[in-house]
Nanobody
Framework: VQLQASGGGLVQPGGSLRLSCVVSGFTSNDYNIGWFRQAPGKQREGVSC????????YYTDVAKGRFTISRDNAKNTVYLQMNSLQPEDTAVYYC???????????????????WGQGTQVTVSS
């Protein structure tokens, strides 16, 4: 399984970005995709995740009310719409796949077998 994250960039506070994660090399929709982020000097943290099969979603507090995760199974793509961005949202954003049959929606990094390369999001005026 390969994941390709894109859509990052420089945005002003209060602005929006939409990140995309294209999944290839997996023939079914039986997996979860998580979005994580890592700011300089900080640990990687969970943002949001989705069960690609049934669309169930889960958000951490940093994302609730501002970010929306969605998927387009026809395009094998998961999106993260980020609104009301603030400087503290500046980080490299990663998508990752949990392929386990016994998976649950989780932000435990060790549950995710495949990771994308990350896309930089910078929020600054």
């Amino acid at each position: 399984v390969q994941l390709q994250a894109s859509g990052g960039g420089l945005v002003q506070p209060g602005g929006s970005l939409r990140l995309s994660c294209v999944v290839s090399g997996f023939t079914s929709n039986d997996y979860n995709i998580g979005w994580f982020r890592q700011a300089p000097g900080k640990q990687r943290e969970g943002v949001s995740c989705i069960d690609v099969n049934d669309g169930a979603t889960y958000y951490t507090d940093v994302a609730k009310g501002r970010f929306t995760i969605s998927r387009d199974n026809a395009k094998n793509t998961v999106y993260l719409q980020m609104n009301s961005l603030q400087p503290e949202d500046t980080a490299v954003y990663y998508c990752a796949a949990d392929l386990s049959r016994l998976r649950t929606l989780t932000f435990n990094l060790y549950e995710y077998e495949s990771w994308g390369q990350g896309t930089q999001v910078t929020v600054s005026s």
